[in-house]
């Protein structure tokens, strides 16, 4: 079964550096999303991407926070200037067709120090 | 109100047991419904799509009732494999963003 993959599965990185997580959505997906989970909280939404542009993005999702879709395989989160409370899960999804099931990958533990 | 609302639990069941989870979301004009497992750090994995005639798969079966704007789902027969956190997941009107409740956490003891 076609699966969405993520690197590193974890980053330990010193605040106010700049982290990029990236991720591998399923091939012929055309939604990508980022969520993210802090440990003990609900999932939470932060941006989705489609035709090469973000279609919608959370609060959350601020001026330090981009992505992009560099070729044809790739999504990646970029994180400026880290802070401690970006400390968390982030998950990657996609999805074939929009308000259909989105499917995740395994996720990257970030952990600013 | 909380866009969408679980019973944290922990349920504790024996196997073999039937064990009911209720959720309850704000949007009424919200779209799409489903239901998520998520074990322990890891991430979320589709279980089901709810929809309002309901639907069974295998051991499980979901309802929504969009008057009371309420999703349940049920499990019968309970394993231990079942143990996890089960995931309320709505999504809203005019997006396709995914909004999660808490989750309610079921462990089944042999």
């Known amino acids: 079964e076609p699966e969405v993959t993520q690197t590193p599965s974890h980053q330990v990185t010193q605040m106010g550096q700049e982290v990029i997580l990236r991720c591998v959505p399923i091939?012929?997906?055309?939604?990508f999303y980022w969520y993210r989970q802090i440990l003990g909280q609900k999932v939470e939404f932060l941006v989705s991407f489609y035709n090469n542009e973000i279609s919608e993005k959370s609060e959350i999702f601020d001026d330090q926070f981009s992505v992009e879709r560099p070729d044809g395989s790739n999504f990646t989160l970029k994180i400026r200037s880290t802070k401690l409370e970006d400390s968390a899960m982030y998950f990657c999804a996609s999805g074939g067709q929009t308000n259909q099931p989105q499917h995740f990958g395994d996720g990257t533990r970030l952990s600013i120090l | 109100r909380k866009e969408v609302e679980q019973d944290p639990g922990p349920f504790n069941v024996p196997e073999g047991a039937t064990v009911a989870f209720n959720c309850t979301y704000s949007n009424s004009a919200s779209q799409s419904f489903f239901w998520y497992r998520q074990d322990c750090r890891k991430e979320p994995k589709l279980l089901m799509s709810?929809?309002?005639s309901g639907n069974e798969d295998g051991r499980f079966t979901a309802q929504l009732n969009r008057a009371s704007q309420y999703i349940s789902l049920l499990i019968r027969d309970s394993k231990l494999s079942d143990s996890a956190t089960y995931l309320c997941v709505v999504i809203g009107d005019n997006t396709d963003k995914l909004i999660f409740g808490t989750g309610t956490r079921l462990q089944v003891f042999p």
């Open positions: 091939s012929n997906h055309l939604y």
């Open positions: 709810v929809y309002s």
